[in-house]
């Protein structure tokens, strides 16, 4: 998205190419912003300049990709044209309100059916800066505002009252845009990007993704006499709480060789087979692991004691109601779980569970693949009834699984 608010041709390597990824590359193609795949994990997008978007004609389908979706809707409320946008059967579930809430006080307007997909989008003909307070710890939300302020005059904040994911305002560095942040006085984070810059295209190498190393390196820690390394792995550290919590659970889990990726920390992890230890992960987490939690709580499951899992009403926004789905799974598995209104408490025995379920994934990528890793241990294999979702930003899943050694059987994932 920002190399095609940039001026010239942005050149792209170690792209995750991910059913989101194409879904977000169509998009930007219908608003007149060519994009060319130059071969594996390459990519380049020759930028039309902030503001420089055309009105597309046709309906953009954001597939399964909450992200793509909500930080596009930041970019599209300050361009003045009007636009669809859609998703499939998961994503037209989700809440959007929560992004078109401040992108109204910026001057778009926005048709929705009850605050979720389909929807019409007005951007502002004359866009208006805003300040805004977050009222959900959210990074789609923080970054859709500040890509919105782009395209709107002086100065557009965003202030977080909980830290999250910061690959926003790291990638408008990168690309030259002004942005500064600062800590205000109640302890917040005001975030402030300076409308209507000149960005320059600038070359990206993505470094790894630290939520799909997340099952690898859970999968190595589960299965007696593992080693794994995982290279090149993202390490921002508002990213890194689920690794936190792994080797605070006893994980044999070592970072060497760190380094820089596209303006981003990296590292490679290496990964031993361990006993775990159950323990509570606190709610202030919860913004730097978020995605994470369903195969930390594949983990707690294998894990000697309880392990209390806290702040979690964000997971039932998710592709699924995450919360749900990973207790009935685990249930199914023969786990003892207990589930709260924004918590989960997970009863591990020192051992893997019993296993032998197919379980429901509500076509949720993390929920297949996270219980495709716990029946890498179970005493009776364990199923999922759809693995097709694992596509949207994990295509490579079963290969590289395989390749380390597990047997997935059945359909296509």
């Known amino acids: 998205m920002l190399g095609g608010l940039a001026i010239g041709q942005t050149r ?79 994503l037209v579930k989700r809440p959007m309100a929560r992004v078109t809430g401040p992108l109204s006080r910026m001057g778009a307007d926005f048709v929705t059916r009850g605050g979720r997909l389909p929807l019409v989008v007005r951007g502002a003909a004359n866009a208006i800066p805003i300040v805004y307070r977050m009222e959900v710890a959210s990074a789609q939300v923080k970054s859709a505002v500040l890509l919105a302020g782009l395209n709107a005059p002086g100065e557009t904040t965003v202030i977080e009252p909980v830290a999250t994911r910061d690959h926003t305002e790291r990638m408008l560095r990168h690309f030259g845009g002004a942005i500064s942040v600062g800590l205000l006085e109640d302890g917040a984070t005001a975030i402030t990007v300076r409308g209507q810059p000149e960005l320059v295209a600038a070359p990206i190498v993505v470094p790894g993704d630290p939520s799909s190393a997340a099952f690898p390196a859970v999968a190595a820690l589960l299965v007696p006499g593992s080693k794994v390394v995982l290279r090149n792995v993202g390490m921002n550290p508002l990213r890194t709480g689920l690794y936190e919590t792994l080797v605070e659970m ?29 323990l509570t992960v606190p709610a202030e987490r919860a913004p730097r692991m978020i995605d994470e939690y369903p195969i930390l709580a594949m983990a707690a499951a294998c894990a000697e004691g309880t392990t209390h899992l806290l702040g979690l009403a964000e997971l039932k926004v998710k592709e699924s ?35 032998g379920a197919t379980v429901a994934t509500a076509f949720d990528h993390r929920i297949a693949m996270s219980f495709l890793v716990l029946g890498l241990v179970s005493d009776e294999p364990i199923g999922v009834d759809d693995g097709t979702a694992i596509a949207t930003s994990f295509p490579t899943f079963e290969t590289l699984m395989a390749g380390l050694g597990a047997r997935i059987t059945g359909g296509p994932l």
């Open 12 to 90: 792209i390597t170690g792209l995750l190419e991910g059913d989101d990824v194409y879904a977000t590359a169509g998009a930007l193609r219908a608003l007149g912003v060519p994009v060319t795949r130059d071969g594996p994990g390459a990519w380049t997008v020759s930028g039309v300049g902030v503001g420089g978007f055309a009105e597309p004609s046709e309906v953009l389908d954001m597939g399964n990709s909450g992200t793509a979706a909500r930080l596009l809707l930041g970019l599209l409320a300050t361009h003045n044209f009007t636009a669809f946008m859609t998703g499939d059967h998961s």
């Open 250 to 278: 006893g994980g044999d889990i070592t970072f060497t060789d760190a380094g820089e990726a596209g303006g981003e920390p990296v590292s490679d992890l290496v990964v031993r087979a361990g006993a775990l230890k159950g």
């Open 321 to 355: 109601d995450r919360l749900a789905m990973i207790a009935a799974g685990l249930d199914a598995c023969g786990v003892k779980v207990e589930v709260g209104e924004n918590s989960l408490t997970i009863h591990g025995t020192g051992r893997p569970p019993r296993g």
